[in-house]
């Protein structure tokens, strides 16, 4: 049994939403500033974003995105619980039809598909013509032939680290639903067959 259950992990994540979307409508300087966005960013060789030093509308619009989904989230961990264990990753057979589904078909896995995807690009895209890594790789003498393309803007340090942190959130949240399933399924068995040797 996992000490944390799936449903509190979507909970905490969803009320991570929020604050990031107060902080991005408000004071966007200090998610840029924390020690965990330098840390990360600085490892992997990422500029640091200057866009996030005051609010602005693309800060805005961010944080009424992440403000939908923390608050979309929430409704849906509050679902009854055989309903919420299928919606966010319970593969298998799903409870009132016993039909078999596919694993992507579920929100926990397809979240963790796209932002290791967007960890993956983040890191290994080709650098930015001006930041800080493309400068050392030019005068290191390995340069890299680059083409400016639309997804410049996201090779930073503030959106590797927030796709690295949900990546490993659900991939805890993947996890820890298929083990809640696993017992669940155990105990199924169990049940059936101790009324089976009661008959």
Same mark, same amino acid.
């Given at each position: ?33 924390? *020690? ?12 640091? =974003? ?10 805005? /619009? ?22 919420? &264990?299928?919606?966010?990753? *319970?593969?298998?057979? +799903? ?18 598909? #796209? #932002? ?5 690009? $983040? ?9 800080? +890594?493309?400068?050392?790789? +030019?005068? +290191?003498?390995? $340069?890299?032939?680059? $083409? ?6 996201? &090779? ?7 796709? /690295? ?7 805890? =949240? ?16 169990? &049940? ?8």
């Amino acid at each position: 049994m996992a000490l944390i259950s799936g449903g509190t992990i979507i909970r905490s994540v969803s009320l991570f939403h929020l604050t990031l979307a107060y902080f991005f409508l408000n004071a966007p300087h200090r998610l840029g500033d924390q *020690n965990l966005v330098f840390i990360l960013g600085e490892a992997m060789g990422l500029p640091h =974003v200057q866009a996030f030093d005051l609010p602005s509308a693309p800060s805005s /619009f961010l944080a009424a995105v992440l403000a939908f989904l923390g608050i979309s989230d929430l409704m849906a961990a509050a679902l009854p619980d055989e309903i919420s &264990k299928y919606h966010w990753g *319970n593969q298998g057979m +799903s409870p009132p039809f016993r039909v078999i589904t596919h694993p992507l078909t579920s929100t926990a896995p397809i979240r963790l598909l #796209f #932002f290791f995807c967007l960890t993956a690009y $983040t890191y290994l895209a080709p650098t930015p013509a001006g930041s800080k +890594s493309a400068a050392a790789s +030019s005068s +290191s003498g390995l $340069t890299r032939s680059h $083409t400016p393309a639309a997804g410049n803007g996201l &090779k930073n340090g503030m959106v590797f680290t927030w796709a /690295f942190v949900e990546m490993v959130t659900w991939f805890w =949240v993947y996890v820890t639903l298929r083990d809640e399933r696993r017992e669940a399924s155990a105990k199924l068995t169990a &049940k059936r067959k101790a009324e089976e040797d009661s008959l």
